[in-house]
């Protein structure tokens, strides 16, 4: 589980911040924090589903499930698991 | 009659939080035409002023050039005022078919279809050509109305850091299994003034068998050698599969946009593009003003050449005066001001030294990069650039800002 929240968030780095000086953690409100905005999701949706070989429904790649590095392993665990 | 109290509360309480936040817009009435020099109305109710010009999009001068009025003026007389009809039932004249054509020589593309706005062409082109299928990779930093666009089409969205090739290439790779893949930027950023890297997006969109859309609104008619556009700048003209751009700016700065590019996405447009299927095209006048302005332009790059000048004029004044710029070399010269109170004080300043510019802050761009943006035009003099650069002069002294670099000036005043 950290070593998949330590790719997400990694993932989260590259991605999404301009400022390299930026620090983020698990916990960091992603999309509520105006750092992920709704368009930029799908390559993070798309990320974890080529990376973790799932399929995530949209009903469940929320704004509210994408919100934090945390609830997004959450899910991804999930959907792993029922593989 | 169902607007109670309660509704009208609903919208007053959101209205005042839109004021509380600093956020709220407010028209600045002008009581002469578009020029270097305007009589402005600010606030309402206060004595007209003459002011100086530096916010216009009127980058070539043509919005009140007699060329242009006397030709809307026959057109007017030649082919009435309105159409009143949409394009496919009675709203197609001889002059919009010819508009298509000139624009389809001057941008040097397959076919060009009118919209009547390029917000409008932003809005309809990518719900017409693009299915479920297809993906959509968009510059962080395009046009609002490109991004309203995307949201409309069926298509995946995603984005890619503002002008960074790398990360473009590892979004076309990402998204190799899609049907069609389109890279959409604009030519020169309206906030930032900074140009788009097309010769090595045509390239990267070659590499990946994307497609590339252009929104050229803030660069047809000046940019590049003869004017055509970004797209001529970056030597890459024929290798754009979809340019929009407008009317309302450079070219006449009316109204009206179109789609320009391979004739088959034209065609598209034509069967589907819902903004060009329900309303009506550009008004008879204003066809007859853009065809005027393409005949001059396609003659002569006087116009454009005076503007290249009074840019290389304006920027260099700036920097010499020890002002922090955004890099670039478009009319478009943001001063950075960081701070956005800062900024409105700045304009709030200007206004009274008789110079017209505003204060952007966000959300119209990121926080803690609040700016004035300065627009050149061709119709400016030397003698409107000197008086503007001695008021920026001034103010600049009064906020003890010259000389200063951007650290300093948001130590002073915060982000």
Request: charged residues 25%.
């Amino acid at each position: 589980m950290n070593n998949i929240k330590d790719v997400i968030l990694q993932y989260v780095i590259d991605e999404y911040l301009e400022d390299p000086d930026e620090e983020i953690s698990f916990d960091t409100p992603l999309i509520s924090g105006g750092i992920v905005d709704s368009f930029s999701m799908v390559s993070l949706k798309r990320f974890l589903e080529t990376t973790y070989k799932i399929q995530l429904p949209d009903e469940r790649a929320t704004p509210e499930a994408f919100d934090d590095v945390n609830s997004i392993a959450e899910l991804v665990e999930e959907f792993i698991a029922s593989n | 009659m169902a607007y109670s109290n309660k509704v009208r509360g609903i919208y007053q309480d959101t209205l005042n939080s839109i004021e509380e936040a600093g956020l709220f817009k407010t028209e600045r009435i002008i009581f002469s035409s578009q020029a270097a020099s305007i009589e402005v109305e600010f606030p309402v109710g206060a004595p007209k002023k003459k002011v100086i010009n530096m916010c216009a999009n009127n980058y070539l001068g043509l919005s009140s050039h007699p060329d242009v009025i006397a030709a809307a003026h026959k057109g007017l007389d030649t082919h009435g005022y309105g159409m009143s009809s949409v394009r496919f039932i009675c709203g197609t004249q001889d002059i919009h078919k010819e508009l298509e054509k000139k624009v389809t020589e001057f941008l040097g593309t397959e076919d060009t279809i009118l919209f009547p706005s390029c917000m409008d062409a932003n809005a309809g082109v990518f719900e017409a050509i693009l299915t479920d299928e297809d993906v959509m990779i968009s510059d962080r930093l395009v046009h609002a109305s490109i991004i309203d666009g995307i949201r409309l089409a069926p298509a995946m969205r995603d984005t890619f850091k503002h002008q960074n090739m790398e990360h473009l290439e590892q979004k076309l790779k990402m998204h190799a299994d899609k049907r069609l893949k389109v890279v959409i930027t604009d030519g020169v950023f309206s906030m930032d003034g900074d140009t788009a890297k097309l010769d090595e997006m045509v390239v990267l969109c070659e590499k990946y068998d994307a497609m590339l859309f252009l929104d050229d609104s803030h660069a047809s008619g000046f940019i590049g050698k003869t004017g055509r556009g970004t797209h001529e700048k970056c030597g890459v003209m024929g290798k754009i599969d979809i340019i929009t751009t407008t009317f309302g700016k450079a070219l006449g700065g009316a109204s009206g946009g179109c789609v320009s590019g391979r004739k088959e996405i034209v065609e598209m447009c034509r069967q589907k593009a819902r903004p060009y299927l329900f309303s009506n095209t550009i008004a008879p006048v204003v066809v007859s003003g853009v065809l005027n302005v393409l005949d001059t332009l396609s003659k002569s790059t006087e116009r454009r050449d005076k503007l290249e000048k009074n840019s290389n004029y304006w920027r260099k004044g700036l920097l010499d005066a020890g002002f922090v710029l955004q890099p670039g070399d478009t009319p478009i010269i943001p001063v950075m001001l960081f701070n956005a109170k800062l900024a409105q004080n700045f304009s709030r300043d200007l206004y009274e030294e008789g110079i017209y510019a505003i204060g952007f802050f966000f959300p119209v761009v990121p926080n803690g990069a609040a700016r004035i943006r300065t627009q050149i035009s061709a119709a400016h003099e030397i003698h409107h650039l000197d008086k503007a650069l001695k008021a920026f002069i001034k103010i600049g002294k009064k906020h003890n800002i010259l000389g200063k670099t951007k650290k300093e000036i948001v130590d002073m005043y915060g982000l």
